[in-house]
């Protein structure tokens, strides 16, 4: 409980410390101080128990990343869908589009042998430390949706014989 309270602190104190970096420069604050009010006492009260990080910001969304038999490939942008009585996960790609998943997905499409893998999509915390993982044995692209734009394959579904999550 310490540990949690004393990272709240320094959610904190670093948001002190902007405000009062702002302050300096001249740059406006989301809220209006009075300048007869402390700084901090009042930094402090427009800040949320959290420390001012809110689900669904971008330091607490989930991320993930596509491994291919034990070697991380690439981020994986939303998992939009996971149907373990069809045995199919349907993935967004991130920006990012690794030659080794267009490999896979050529073998798919070619239906050569080496389009069975096992695929892991571990889901990160906001240090990018894997803090679940999800995986599919027999994994391979079922089917892909092409970008208007650049016309790659920006989601994929994927197909699985087994999964395991640990």
């Known amino acids: 409980m310490s540990r949690l309270l004393g990272g709240r602190r320094a959610v904190r104190a670093a948001g002190v410390v902007g405000t009062a970096l702002l302050a300096m420069t001249g740059a406006a604050v989301g809220t209006a101080v009075p300048a007869t009010a402390a700084p901090a006492v009042a930094v402090r009260a427009a800040l949320p128990d ?4 809110n ?10 990343i596509m491994q ?9 942008s939303e998992v939009s869908s996971l149907d373990p009585a069809n045995h199919a996960v349907t993935l967004s790609r991130g920006s990012f589009h690794s030659p080794i998943v267009q490999r896979w997905i050529d073998d798919a499409i070619a239906g050569r ?10 889901i990160c915390d906001y240090a990018g430390n894997i803090v679940k993982r999800y995986n599919f044995g027999g994994a391979f692209v079922e089917k892909i949706v092409l970008d208007n734009v650049t016309h790659e394959p920006s989601v994929l579904t994927v197909r699985y014989f087994t999964i395991a999550v640990s």
């Open 50 to 53: 959290d420390g001012g990080i």
């Open 55 to 64: 689900p669904g910001d971008i330091l607490t969304a989930h991320n993930f």
């Open 68 to 76: 291919l038999d034990g070697q991380s490939v690439e981020f994986i």
């Open 113 to 122: 042998e080496g389009r069975l893998k096992t695929m892991t999509i571990g």
